[in-house]
């Protein structure tokens, strides 16, 4: 079974990307409260995108390829090397585009790019128990429950509990060099 091309690709994020971003994150309030705080100002932004810097986060911008619009962002957060060769997977919609499969698409990508390219073996979700469009998107990418985190992350003024969903490269896989041989 052959699959149909993406409507969309992964992009890395730039400061270029500021302006429209945050335009977005303020456009798509709603629809991220309570789930996740996204920077709003360009001095959010920039602070936000130092986290960038060492390589252990990579922050991408999900654009639809027929207008060039951004769809959503996806991050590869917290990448540990050694033994582990994981990270946590953080994503979201923007408003004028939700509902619309294209954080699939785009997560489909990442999840390509974090095992062939990167390597990675292990990919965490982290997500609200009532953030039910979250929970159906790595639901349908094949991510499985693991369990609940309880008071996992500080969101919005308050610990939130997170449902724990992780998927695993698939077979066969080519380790990154910096795995141990035992």
């Avoid at 890395?12 to 629809?31: G, K, M, N, Y």
């Avoid at 990270?87 to 997560?107: M, Q, V």
């Avoid at 982290?126 to 790595?138: D, E, F, R």
Wanted: include cysteine; hydrophobic fraction near 40%; charged fraction near 25%.
């Amino acid at each position: 079974m052959t699959s149909l091309p993406s409507r969309v690709e992964l992009r890395p994020l730039t400061l270029a990307d500021q302006e429209e971003f945050c335009s977005l994150v303020r456009a798509s309030a709603e629809l991220h409260s309570p789930w996740m705080q996204l920077p709003a100002t360009p001095e959010e932004f920039q602070a936000w995108m130092r986290r960038f810097d060492d390589g252990t986060n990579l922050g991408y911008v999900i654009r639809v390829r027929e207008t060039g619009a951004a769809a959503g962002m996806v991050n590869i957060n917290s990448v540990i090397r050694g033994r582990y060769q994981g990270a946590s997977l953080g994503y979201a919609a923007f408003a004028p585009s939700a509902g619309r499969g294209y954080i699939s698409e785009g997560l489909t990508i990442a999840l390509r790019h974090a095992f062939d390219d990167l390597r990675l073996h292990r990919l965490e979700a982290n997500i609200q128990p009532g953030n039910k469009a979250s929970l159906a998107v790595v639901e349908r990418l094949g991510f499985r429950y693991e369990g609940l985190s309880p008071d996992y992350l500080y969101i919005d003024g308050a610990w939130r509990d997170h449902e724990r969903w992780a998927i695993t490269a698939p077979s066969p896989w080519t380790p990154d060099p910096s795995l141990p041989e035992r």
